[in-house]
């Protein structure tokens, strides 16, 4: 078993970057084409109108956020080749490509990042006609890249035989969805770093909406996930994260830190039409990424384990 400390970062950072992107791209690609986008967000653009249709808010959230994925990523990457023992062979993945998700995942992974390395440019600069087209090009295929990074990192798990613990169908839509929870933390938290923090409020107000759903979501996949593992396996393997030793970080730091509290705090400010203050909402932003983390140290630890 060579799944380390290395590896948990790879696939909290990993995912976590590529579910900001989701976000931030999704919002852009919108922006950029619909005719009756939010005014609080947008101006509201005629077709595509590139950085024209976006509002001085959305244009400093994004530059964070897209700072942050960008940064994420990179060190992630670092943790991944750091992992493997020798990354000066990672472009032997290049040279020799094969069928498994471990190639499939370095080609996707490699792609993703020319994409987000394109919209932090985009965002940062003051860029031409031309050039933004390309950005919106690369946010539309990076958007798909994203999906396939956030899947990978479980499918990776997944396919090892020897850990039933991961032998699951869920895992990798549980990962999915916890990458996207993880991405709307970063960019709750880019909204705080926003020096209009009262032009942001449509932003924390959508993206509180959005999570809610996809914290739900994770919850269901979970339960799920640990109801079909301890199916197919006499030993049970997934109490080992709910009373077993990893089962205070299980509980305290996924369900606790990553579901429940986030999701009380998002639905009390939806149900009481307001938001809440930059401090709570960056208090919240963490918990959500607390929770990230959380879910795969437990799962890699507590796979290792029981496999050994």
């Known amino acids: 078993m060579a799944f380390g400390e290395l590896i948990v970062w790879y696939l909290f950072l990993g995912g976590t970057a590529a579910g900001s992107f989701a976000v931030l791209s999704a919002v852009d690609l919108y922006t950029a084409f619909s005719p009756t986008a939010n005014p609080r967000i947008s ?3 005629c077709g595509y109108a590139g950085n024209r249709s976006h509002s001085t808010t ?3 959230i994004a530059r964070t956020g897209y700072a942050i994925a960008f940064a994420l990523l990179v060190v992630g990457m670092l943790c991944l080749l750091a992992d493997l023992g020798r990354p000066e062979a990672f472009y032997l993945l290049f040279l020799y490509p094969t069928s498994s998700f471990v ?3 370095t080609f996707a992974l490699t792609l993703f990042a020319v994409c987000l390395a394109v919209a932090l440019a985009e965002s940062v600069l003051t860029l031409g006609p031309v050039w933004e087209k ?6 539309a295929l990076g958007a798909v890249l994203a999906v396939v990074v956030m899947v990978y990192t479980g499918l990776l798990l997944q396919n090892v035989v020897a850990v039933s613990l991961w032998r699951s169908a869920w895992l990798p839509v549980l990962f999915l969805l916890s990458a996207l929870s993880c991405g709307c933390g970063v960019v709750l938290l880019s909204t705080c770093l926003c020096e209009n923090y009262t032009g942001a409020l449509a932003w924390i107000r959508g993206l509180s909406l959005v999570d809610a759903c996809v914290i739900v979501l994770e919850a269901v996949a979970a339960a799920a996930c640990a109801v079909t593992v301890n199916a197919a396996s006499a030993a049970r393997p997934f109490d ?3 009373v077993g030793d990893q ?6 730091g996924f ?4 579901i429940l509290a986030p999701l009380v705090l998002e639905t009390s400010a939806l149900v009481a039409r307001r938001s809440h203050r930059s401090g709570v909402v960056a208090a919240m932003a963490v918990l959500i990424l607390i929770g990230g983390l ?11 384990q029981t496999a050994v």
């Open 294 to 304: 959380s879910l795969r140290f437990v799962l890699v630890n507590a796979g290792v």
């Open 134 to 139: 390309v950005s919106l090009a690369a946010k």
């Open 43 to 45: 101006r509201t653009p």
């Open 58 to 60: 959305q244009r400093r």
């Open 240 to 242: 080992a994260l709910l």
């Open 247 to 252: 089962s205070a970080v299980f509980w305290l």
């Open 103 to 105: 190639s499939i995942g």
């Open 255 to 258: 369900a606790g830190c990553g």
